[in-house]
């Protein structure tokens, strides 16, 4: 309804799957990777900024993988009064990368150029590569927004846990910025960081970007 408080939508990027040395590859729906000690971190640092800074979510939502599901507990474990967690949410499951998946960049780059070039700069979804159909990943995040709009109260705070080939889509739902950074081929500057999150607000019938890849300030040390 006008004049009503939007919905308040943090999302957050899962932490870490990789552990430090170890050369990153490509991870999307079918790679379940844990996340790693830096990347439970990760979360707990989400977790703690959100409570200390007086932002109290009622609900957390994450994907099927287990990187997400686990981030969504953590961070939820940090917040008093415990919000509550849904899992399971496929919009917000990461890529089916199809032949990329398990491949570095520099494998993927020399196999693919054209496509691994367009698909950074400008999102062109590669339909012969990738698992199901850009339309379809689009539809789902759409139904699940038109699901927060029906059943969260005006000004309500939640947070959905995911991961960057998603999380960049929502950008869609915001009127012109999406081909703007496509037509620019600057598809880049819409990458989140491992543990870093996005605000947005959820409007009667688009979003609005707050921020976007920010990095929760770090834990206090001991004794501090």
């Not at 990187?67 to 507990?73: F, I, T």
């Not at 699940?144 to 869609?172: K, M, Y």
Request: aromatic share 8%; proline share 7%; hydrophobic share 35%.
């Amino acid at each position: 309804m006008s004049g009503e408080q939007p919905v308040r939508l943090f999302l957050v990027r899962h932490g870490n799957t990789f552990a430090e040395g170890e050369t990153p590859r490509q991870v999307g729906k079918k790679t379940d990777l844990p996340l790693t000690e830096k990347g439970e971190q990760q979360a707990r640092r989400m977790g703690l900024w959100l409570c200390k800074t007086g932002i109290l979510p009622e609900k957390i939502f994450a994907g099927c993988l287990q990187r997400q599901q686990k981030a969504a507990q953590i961070i939820a474990g940090q917040l008093e009064p415990p919000p509550l967690v849904r899992t399971g949410d496929d919009a917000l499951d990461e890529l089916d990368y199809g032949a990329w998946e398990g491949l570095t960049s520099a494998e993927i780059e020399a196999q693919w150029p054209n496509q691994y070039r367009q698909w950074n700069e400008s999102a062109l979804w590669p339909a012969d590569i990738f698992g199901g159909s850009c339309a379809n990943r689009l539809l789902l995040i759409e139904e699940w927004l038109q699901d927060l709009r029906r059943d969260c109260r005006p000004g309500e705070t939640v947070v959905a846990v995911s991961s960057n080939g998603i999380i960049r889509f929502f950008c869609t739902f915001v009127p012109g910025m999406f081909e703007r950074i496509s037509a620019e081929r600057q598809m880049k500057t819409l990458k989140v960081g491992t543990g870093n999150y996005c605000e947005m607000q959820i409007l009667p019938d688009c979003l609005s970007v707050v921020s976007w890849n920010q990095v929760p300030p770090p834990e206090p040390e001991a004794g501090r």
